[in-house]
Protein backbone atom coordinates (compact mmCIF):
# COMPACT_ATOMS: atom_id res chain seq x y z
CA UNK A 1 0.00 0.00 0.00
CA UNK A 2 2.90 2.19 0.16
CA UNK A 3 3.89 1.79 -2.97
CA UNK A 4 0.58 2.79 -4.35
CA UNK A 5 0.44 6.00 -2.60
CA UNK A 6 4.01 6.99 -3.57
CA UNK A 7 3.24 6.81 -7.10
CA UNK A 8 0.33 8.70 -7.21
CA UNK A 9 2.59 11.44 -5.67
CA UNK A 10 5.48 11.35 -8.18
CA UNK A 11 2.76 11.81 -11.16
CA UNK A 12 1.90 15.63 -11.25
CA UNK A 13 0.00 16.50 -14.22
CA UNK A 14 1.85 18.99 -16.28
CA UNK A 15 -0.14 22.43 -17.01
CA UNK A 16 -1.61 23.09 -20.60
CA UNK A 17 -0.32 26.46 -21.79
CA UNK A 18 -1.21 25.81 -25.20
CA UNK A 19 -4.71 27.66 -25.62
CA UNK A 20 -3.21 30.26 -23.06
CA UNK A 21 -0.16 30.48 -25.86
CA UNK A 22 -2.79 30.78 -28.44
CA UNK A 23 -4.26 33.94 -27.12
CA UNK A 24 -1.01 35.92 -26.57
CA UNK A 25 0.09 35.13 -30.01
CA UNK A 26 -3.24 36.93 -31.16
CA UNK A 27 -3.87 39.43 -28.99
CA UNK A 28 -0.52 40.99 -28.50
CA UNK A 29 0.16 41.74 -32.51
CA UNK A 30 -3.52 43.23 -32.44
CA UNK A 31 -2.87 45.57 -29.92
CA UNK A 32 0.08 46.69 -31.17
CA UNK A 33 -1.46 47.11 -34.56
CA UNK A 34 -4.08 49.19 -32.75
CA UNK A 35 -2.20 51.52 -30.61
CA UNK A 36 -0.90 53.13 -34.04
CA UNK A 37 -4.05 54.21 -34.83
CA UNK A 38 -4.97 55.84 -31.10
CA UNK A 39 -3.00 59.30 -31.90
CA UNK A 40 -3.69 62.36 -29.78
CA UNK A 41 -3.71 65.74 -32.38
CA UNK A 42 -2.58 68.68 -29.67
CA UNK A 43 -2.74 72.89 -30.52
CA UNK A 44 -0.42 74.28 -28.48
CA UNK A 45 -2.26 77.64 -27.59
CA UNK A 46 -0.64 80.97 -25.85
CA UNK A 47 -2.44 82.80 -23.23
CA UNK A 48 -2.09 86.95 -24.22
CA UNK A 49 0.16 88.30 -22.15
CA UNK A 50 -1.33 90.89 -19.40
CA UNK A 51 1.43 93.64 -19.89
CA UNK A 52 2.16 93.34 -23.45
CA UNK A 53 0.80 97.00 -24.24
CA UNK A 54 3.22 98.16 -21.51
CA UNK A 55 5.93 97.00 -23.07
CA UNK A 56 8.09 99.31 -25.27
CA UNK A 57 6.40 102.96 -25.88
CA UNK A 58 9.43 103.91 -27.73
CA UNK A 59 9.26 100.99 -30.56
CA UNK A 60 5.54 100.20 -31.72
CA UNK A 61 5.14 96.46 -32.77
CA UNK A 62 2.03 94.66 -34.21
CA UNK A 63 -0.03 93.32 -31.54
CA UNK A 64 -2.52 91.15 -33.93
CA UNK A 65 -5.81 90.51 -32.70
CA UNK A 66 -8.92 89.18 -34.58
CA UNK A 67 -12.55 89.62 -33.02
CA UNK A 68 -15.13 87.20 -34.10
CA UNK A 69 -18.20 88.21 -33.72
CA UNK A 70 -21.57 86.86 -34.14
CA UNK A 71 -22.33 88.82 -37.72
CA UNK A 72 -18.45 89.74 -38.48
CA UNK A 73 -14.94 89.38 -38.15
CA UNK A 74 -12.54 92.50 -36.67
CA UNK A 75 -9.06 92.42 -37.88
CA UNK A 76 -7.63 95.44 -35.64
CA UNK A 77 -3.92 95.76 -33.55
CA UNK A 78 -4.35 96.05 -30.28
CA UNK A 79 -2.58 99.42 -30.17
CA UNK A 80 -4.26 101.22 -33.39
CA UNK A 81 -7.50 99.86 -33.33
CA UNK A 82 -9.40 98.61 -36.18
CA UNK A 83 -7.71 97.62 -39.33
CA UNK A 84 -10.45 95.84 -41.36
CA UNK A 85 -14.37 94.84 -40.58
CA UNK A 86 -15.71 91.76 -42.61
CA UNK A 87 -19.54 90.54 -42.45
CA UNK A 88 -20.05 87.04 -41.73
CA UNK A 89 -22.04 85.30 -44.34
CA UNK A 90 -22.47 82.01 -45.11
CA UNK A 91 -20.76 82.41 -48.88
CA UNK A 92 -17.03 81.71 -49.20
CA UNK A 93 -16.54 85.04 -50.34
CA UNK A 94 -15.86 86.14 -47.04
CA UNK A 95 -13.24 83.50 -46.67
CA UNK A 96 -11.55 84.79 -49.76
CA UNK A 97 -11.96 88.32 -48.06
CA UNK A 98 -10.47 87.22 -44.92
CA UNK A 99 -8.10 85.25 -45.94
CA UNK A 100 -6.58 88.34 -48.82
CA UNK A 101 -6.52 90.31 -45.84
CA UNK A 102 -4.18 87.96 -43.29
CA UNK A 103 -2.00 87.51 -46.43
CA UNK A 104 -1.74 91.60 -47.08
CA UNK A 105 -0.79 92.16 -43.07
CA UNK A 106 1.53 89.27 -43.30
CA UNK A 107 3.30 91.04 -46.28
CA UNK A 108 3.27 93.97 -44.62
CA UNK A 109 4.99 92.41 -41.47
CA UNK A 110 6.57 89.37 -42.80
CA UNK A 111 8.20 88.91 -38.57
CA UNK A 112 5.04 88.64 -37.22
CA UNK A 113 4.04 85.50 -36.14
CA UNK A 114 1.60 85.71 -33.51
CA UNK A 115 -2.25 86.35 -33.80
CA UNK A 116 -4.82 86.40 -30.64
CA UNK A 117 -8.54 85.52 -31.23
CA UNK A 118 -11.08 87.20 -29.25
CA UNK A 119 -14.36 85.37 -29.87
CA UNK A 120 -17.62 86.53 -27.93
CA UNK A 121 -19.86 84.05 -26.57
CA UNK A 122 -21.85 83.49 -29.52
CA UNK A 123 -19.54 81.81 -31.42
CA UNK A 124 -19.49 78.23 -32.29
CA UNK A 125 -16.41 75.66 -32.26
CA UNK A 126 -16.14 75.61 -35.38
CA UNK A 127 -16.59 78.36 -36.57
CA UNK A 128 -13.55 78.80 -34.41
CA UNK A 129 -11.32 75.59 -35.54
CA UNK A 130 -12.02 76.88 -39.06
CA UNK A 131 -10.55 80.77 -38.20
CA UNK A 132 -7.53 78.82 -36.36
CA UNK A 133 -6.52 76.92 -39.59
CA UNK A 134 -6.98 80.32 -42.15
CA UNK A 135 -5.02 82.38 -40.04
CA UNK A 136 -2.45 79.68 -39.73
CA UNK A 137 -2.10 78.97 -43.28
CA UNK A 138 -3.43 80.13 -46.71
CA UNK A 139 -2.94 78.97 -50.16
CA UNK A 140 -1.45 81.50 -52.39
CA UNK A 141 -1.51 81.45 -56.64
CA UNK A 142 2.06 82.05 -57.47
CA UNK A 143 2.38 81.99 -61.37
CA UNK A 144 0.61 78.38 -62.12
CA UNK A 145 1.12 77.12 -59.14
CA UNK A 146 -0.39 76.67 -55.37
CA UNK A 147 1.82 77.47 -52.91
CA UNK A 148 0.77 76.96 -49.13
CA UNK A 149 2.38 80.12 -46.88
CA UNK A 150 2.57 80.20 -43.06
CA UNK A 151 0.72 83.43 -41.97
CA UNK A 152 0.38 83.18 -37.90
CA UNK A 153 0.94 79.99 -36.13
CA UNK A 154 1.52 81.53 -32.53
CA UNK A 155 -2.54 81.71 -31.84
CA UNK A 156 -3.69 83.36 -28.38
CA UNK A 157 -7.42 82.46 -27.58
CA UNK A 158 -9.30 84.91 -25.14
CA UNK A 159 -13.02 85.89 -24.50
CA UNK A 160 -14.05 89.34 -26.73
CA UNK A 161 -15.46 92.60 -25.51
CA UNK A 162 -19.28 92.08 -25.85
CA UNK A 163 -20.69 95.41 -28.21
CA UNK A 164 -24.32 96.70 -27.20
CA UNK A 165 -25.97 97.15 -30.13
CA UNK A 166 -26.67 100.73 -29.81
CA UNK A 167 -22.69 100.90 -29.18
CA UNK A 168 -22.14 98.90 -32.35
CA UNK A 169 -24.81 101.04 -34.61
CA UNK A 170 -22.88 104.03 -33.69
CA UNK A 171 -19.27 102.74 -34.54
CA UNK A 172 -20.27 102.18 -38.07
CA UNK A 173 -21.89 105.31 -38.40
CA UNK A 174 -18.55 106.71 -37.26
CA UNK A 175 -16.81 104.40 -39.32
CA UNK A 176 -19.08 105.27 -42.79
CA UNK A 177 -18.56 108.85 -41.91
CA UNK A 178 -14.80 108.58 -41.85
CA UNK A 179 -14.61 107.00 -45.35
CA UNK A 180 -16.50 109.36 -46.66
CA UNK A 181 -14.27 112.04 -45.41
CA UNK A 182 -11.34 110.24 -46.69
CA UNK A 183 -12.71 109.86 -49.88
CA UNK A 184 -13.80 113.38 -50.01
CA UNK A 185 -10.52 114.70 -49.06
CA UNK A 186 -9.35 112.42 -51.73
CA UNK A 187 -11.48 114.45 -54.27
CA UNK A 188 -9.98 117.56 -53.14
CA UNK A 189 -6.45 116.35 -53.18
CA UNK A 190 -6.78 115.10 -57.07
CA UNK A 191 -8.74 118.65 -57.75
Known sequence: MKRRGLQTIQQAEELNITAFLNLMVILVPFLLITAVFSRLTVL???????????????????????????????IQDANIGLIKKIERTQKDSQWKQFTDAMVAIKTRFPDESSISLLLEPEVDYKTMIKVMDKVRSAQVVVGFSAETVVLFPDISIGDAQVIAVTELAVNDLAVEASVASGQASDKSAKE
Do not use: M, W, Y
Open 44 to 74: ELNLPALDAKGEDSAKVKLQLELVIREHSFD
